[in-house]
């Protein structure tokens, strides 16, 4: 059990290795494409919809996509993270659990 437990830890740490970097690729694309067309706008139009369309989207509309791809990759790798750090440190404390039991 100890052993199938570090497998996962490690199996799981390299997982989130592979995926931020994934998403970080995704990201510096979508982000290349809006930085040439010199498109501006703050981390708070990126996790609030509203202000999104009412500020940003007015003013770059050919640009409206682009955005949502950049905005969308965005909220998608801070959640795949979050969740693969929760994953990893709840597999990392029953680690520790099953070591003082051992």
Known sequence: MYY???SLVIGL???MLFLNIYFRVKV???YKVLSQNK???DATHIFNDEKMAKEIFPRYPRQKENI????NHIRYSIKMATVLTTLITAFGAILMYYREVL
């Open 4 to 6: 199938l437990l570090i």
């Open 13 to 15: 740490f390299i997982a």
């Open 28 to 30: 510096f694309k979508a």
């Open 39 to 41: 498109v501006e706008f």
């Open 68 to 71: 949502k791809i950049f905005v």
